[in-house]
C-alpha cells in the first residue's frame, strides 16, 4: 500500500528494527549508534503517519484540498470547528436530559 508521497507504508524490517531499539532503549543497554537509529526511525514513523493521515483525509473529504492536492488549512479548521461544536451540543443535550 502507498500513501500520497508514493511510499510503501509496509515495511516489516525497519518495524522490527524499531522494536529491537525499542526493547533496548527501554533495557538501557541502547548504544549512541542504536540511539541515533531509534530518532531517524521515530521521526520517519513520523512522517508517514502524516502522510497516512492526510492520504485518509483526502479520500473522506476531498473537499479540503486543492486541485494540486495540497490542504487547505482554513477549511479544515472550519470543518474541525464545525465538527467540535456538534459534538459539544449533543454532549450538552444530552447532559440537559439527565
Excluded: C, I, W
Excluded at 520517519?44 to 479520500?59: C, G, H, I, V
Aim: no cysteine; net charge positive.
Amino acid at each position: 500500500m502507498e500513501n500520497r508521497s508514493g511510499e510503501n507504508v509496509g515495511d516489516n524490517g525497519k518495524q522490527a528494527r524499531f522494536l529491537q531499539l525499542m526493547e533496548r532503549n527501554n533495557a538501557g543497554a541502547l548504544s549512541p549508534k542504536g540511539r541515533e537509529e531509534l530518532v531517524h526511525l521515530v521521526a520517519r514513523y513520523e512522517e508517514l503517519m502524516l502522510a497516512n493521515t492526510e492520504t485518509l483525509l483526502a479520500e473522506k473529504h476531498p473537499e479540503l484540498f486543492t486541485p494540486s492536492g495540497r490542504l487547505r488549512v482554513k477549511e479544515l479548521e472550519r470543518a474541525f470547528q464545525r465538527q467540535t461544536s456538534t459534538k459539544r451540543k449533543k454532549v450538552s443535550d444530552q447532559a440537559d436530559q439527565d
